[in-house]
């Protein structure tokens, strides 16, 4: 009851003052609240229930907690503006940038080789990665975009074959594939598919040359599209 008179007090006071402040004798908004404290545990907002259990909060710093979001990665809102998990509106998200630094060894013609990226950014909730072989953690459609570059302009190049491919665990599910005449010195491929891939499927990037070769550079872009 005493909850109630004092809401009711306060509502009163606010449509007979244009400004209220609480902890500050110098309001800037029509409320403006001021935190008592200057930490993250520091309340300096707080909406409970019926049966004070807390609902919203806002902390000294910035932290805004919300009790039925706590366990979600991330938020939107449906047609009507309600909050709703983020991920079960298939919101598009960047789960994984990588890039494959410049390299200097070569590789014998005709053989493949797995490319090893230095991760730049990746969503742990999604993708786990050694750097070679990417690991879903979170079933859906990923679009993987992978950009090859080939060097091939020593021991006099001459014509040849590249390929670069997407590979789902054992399988292959997509592929570039160009031809090249002699005195070629350098090959771009973009490579780029849409799969659905469950908990615990792999995916790794696998290229090749029918002469001898250098994959000197290379970059990775997935994105997350949901179930």
């Not at 449906?78 to 909050?83: I, T, V």
């Not at 590789?107 to 950014?121: C, D, E, Q, R, Y």
């Not at 014509?159 to 070629?184: C, E, P, R, V």
């Amino acid at each position: 009851m005493k909850k109630l008179l004092f809401s009711l007090a306060l509502l009163t006071y606010i449509a007979a003052h244009s400004q209220v402040g609480i902890n500050t004798p110098s309001p800037s908004a029509t409320l403006d609240v001021v935190s008592k404290g200057n930490t993250d545990t520091t309340k300096a907002l707080k909406i409970n229930d019926n049966s004070n259990k807390e609902l919203l909060s806002i902390s000294d710093v910035g932290t805004v907690r919300l009790d039925n979001y706590k366990n979600y990665s991330f938020l939107g809102t449906d047609a009507n503006g309600y909050l709703k998990d983020g991920a079960a509106l298939n919101i598009p998200s960047i789960s994984t940038i990588a890039n494959r630094n410049i390299t200097t060894g070569t590789v014998a013609g005709a053989v493949s080789s797995n490319l090893s990226f230095t991760i730049n950014k990746n969503n742990a909730e999604l993708i786990s990665s050694n750097g070679t072989t990417f690991t879903i953690k979170k079933a859906g459609y990923y679009s993987i975009t992978v950009y090859t570059h080939y060097d091939i302009s020593m021991n006099n190049p001459s014509g040849g074959s590249a390929s670069t491919n997407i590979y789902k665990g054992a399988n292959s599910i997509a592929t570039t594939l160009t031809g090249h005449g002699d005195g070629t010195a350098g090959i771009g491929h973009s490579t780029t598919i849409t799969q659905y891939f469950n908990i615990n499927e792999t995916f790794h990037i696998n290229v090749q040359y029918t002469r001898t070769y250098r994959c000197d550079r290379a970059s990775l872009n997935v994105v997350y599209y949901g179930t």
